[in-house]
């Protein structure tokens, strides 16, 4: 049977938070904010903007919308002197060799994130021929745990909500799964993705026998 699989990209396909981090580290630094690596977990999976606003209130700091609006572009433009140079060989460890197998095996691809920022680092990696469709920030109104970037991207693939499956490391993106009513396989911790259907630590654990059963179930 043809399923959607739907693939999160920060975090999933590759690692970008830490390039985000040292982005967003300039900017609070520049406000006099102590923004840790611990702090940067919190900005996983959420837009760009909610991101300032996290930042904002751990540092009980104050500033108006236009001064919001320079800090998201300069955050931006930042983060994005660090994709530059970016190739495939950012791909987290075990993602390409899925790609190839859901291709071979006639499966629908789908892209299903936040980032504003996807379609580039796809193609950077080589991996957008891959996709049927990609829904990112740019499609979607709601951010996880609202389930609209899952729903869009079966809706695109033509599949129904249950017989797609999702790949998150966000808590948030897991319940976003959860609720559009999708097999939701949690690429993380165990301790942190608790609601996921599954959960591996990356990709390298994912095998085929696992693929052939999302397939037939
Ligand atoms: P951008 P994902 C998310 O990607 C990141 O996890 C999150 O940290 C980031 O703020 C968000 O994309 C927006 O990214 O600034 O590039 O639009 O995990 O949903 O693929
Ligand atoms: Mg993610």
New binding site residues.
């Given amino acids: 049977m043809k399923k959607a699989f739907i693939f999160?990209?920060?975090?999933?396909i590759v690692d970008t938070?830490k390039y985000h981090f040292l982005a967003w580290q300039k900017i609070a630094e520049a406000l006099n904010i102590n923004f840790t690596h611990e702090h940067n977990e919190l900005l996983?999976?959420v837009s760009r903007v909610r991101s300032l606003d996290i930042i904002l209130e751990l540092g009980n700091v104050q500033v108006s919308r236009a001064d919001k609006d320079k800090m998201l572009i300069q955050k931006n433009e930042d983060y994005l002197s660090y994709l530059i140079d970016m190739d495939e060989s950012e791909i987290l460890p075990g993602v390409s060799k899925i790609l190839k197998l859901l291709k071979d095996k006639n499966q629908g691809i789908a892209l299903g994130?936040?980032s504003k920022n996807a379609r580039p680092i796809l193609e950077k990696t080589g991996i957008l021929s891959y996709f049927d469709a990609i829904v990112d920030g740019n499609d979607v109104t709601n951010a996880k745990p609202d389930p609209e970037v899952f729903l869009k991207a079966a809706q695109l693939l033509n599949i129904e909500p249950k017989n797609a499956i999702v790949f998150?490391?966000?808590v948030a993106?897991i319940q976003a799964a959860n609720i559009a009513e999708m097999v939701s396989v949690g690429i993380g911790e165990e301790t942190i993705l608790q609601e996921a259907d599954y959960v591996f630590k990356d990709f390298t654990f994912v095998d085929e026998n696992f693929i052939n059963r999302l397939i037939s179930q």
């Fill in positions: 999160d990209l920060d975090g999933v938070a996983k999976g994130s936040a998150e490391d966000s993106g």
